[in-house]
């Protein structure tokens, strides 16, 4: 039941965003993300969203879209 939440959570992200998880090879890190993304052209809103991101390793999309919903609608940790 746990996985379906995940997945949920990862197609409410704007699409941009799912697009850019969806290249990602895992594991990764913050700096990671934010270079690679930086070097393909990511948008600035963008990047300042993944930037917000914490600063630890992550897994799975899934992972990275959970900690970006605590971003977007302010769930505590």
Same mark, same amino acid.
Not at 16 to 30: A, S
């Given at each position: 039941m746990e996985t379906e939440s995940k997945s949920i959570s990862v197609k409410e992200l704007p699409l941009? =965003?799912?697009? =850019?998880? *969806?290249?990602?090879?895992?594991? =990764? *890190?913050?700096h990671d993300i934010i270079e690679q993304e930086r070097k393909s052209g990511a948008i600035p809103d963008i990047l300042r969203e993944l930037g917000m991101l914490p600063d630890k390793n992550y897994n799975s999309i899934e992972d990275i879209a959970k900690e970006l919903h605590r971003i977007y609608i302010g769930i505590p940790s």
């Open positions: 941009e =965003i799912q697009k =850019i998880l *969806n290249n990602m090879d895992f594991p =990764i *890190n913050r």
